[in-house]
């Protein structure tokens, strides 16, 4: 099992670009979200996906949006990138809304 | 939203020392994990550990959620522990929202 994997690892955009980072996982998870972590602090969820179908705004949903694709692949999108979303962005999944969170390894961004 | 306090917010460890971080949250959680942030950015899962103790290896966990916070335990330390200790809190009734606390630095040295 590859767990939970995210692509790219790193990017960089000029300001009013757009992209998509891609989230997928092998757990057969119902739930998964969206996290950045800025610098000298702990995540702040964006949005989340409790079940394929659903999606909910989290702490920090401006500037973004999301798309539960299918069970297993959950996109967030920069429609237009600024330099306050330089972060680096983590997905997560878990079984259920109870029980622990796994984590991928990040996508690191930086807008120029 | 819940608000997560950790502390202390950067230690310095000599191999081989014990120490205790310390995770209190403002409100009633049902879930909570520790996670350690290794140098390279990953993020491990230490303790899902809503209340009770657990242990693992060198490391253990203690929530009293009735008196709102968490310890983590890492005993006998070892270089590979160095990086970011975070704890997470959750309550249902507020979305299922995640809360991260901004995590303590751990450094230990040879």
């Known amino acids: 099992n590859a767990g939970v994997t995210q692509t790219p690892k790193f990017q960089v955009l000029k300001t009013g670009q757009s992209m998509t980072l891609q989230c997928a996982q092998d757990?057969?998870?119902?739930?998964m979200y969206w996290y950045r972590q800025d610098p000298g602090m702990g995540l702040r969820l964006i949005y989340y996906?409790?079940?394929?179908?659903?999606?909910d705004k989290g702490e920090v949903p401006n500037g973004y949006n999301v798309s539960r694709l299918n069970k297993r692949e959950f996109s967030l999108r920069l429609e237009s990138a600024a330099p306050s979303q330089t972060s680096v962005y983590f997905c997560?999944?878990?079984?259920?809304?109870?029980?622990?969170?796994?984590f991928g390894p990040g996508t690191r961004l930086t807008v120029l | 939203g819940i608000q997560v306090e950790q502390s202390p917010p950067d230690l310095i460890l000599q191999e081989g020392a014990n120490s205790t971080l310390r995770c209190n949250f403002s409100?009633?959680?049902?879930?909570l994990q520790w996670f350690h942030q290794n140098p390279w950015g990953q993020l491990i899962n230490l303790f899902y550990?809503?209340?009770g103790t657990k242990q693992n290896g060198r490391l253990s966990a203690t929530t009293v959620a009735t008196e709102r916070y968490s310890l983590l335990y890492i005993s006998s330390s070892q270089t590979t522990d160095s990086g970011v200790y975070f704890c997470?809190?959750?309550?249902?009734?507020?979305?299922?929202?995640?809360?991260f606390g901004t995590g303590t630095s751990l450094t230990v040295i040879p």
């Open positions: 997560a999944s878990r079984m259920s809304m109870s029980g622990e969170q796994f």
């Open positions: 757990m057969n998870h119902n739930s």
């Open positions: 996906s409790a079940s394929e179908g659903t999606t």
């Open positions: 409100d009633s959680v049902n879930n």
């Open positions: 550990i809503p209340s």
């Open positions: 997470a809190v959750e309550r249902r009734d507020t979305g299922n929202q995640f809360y």
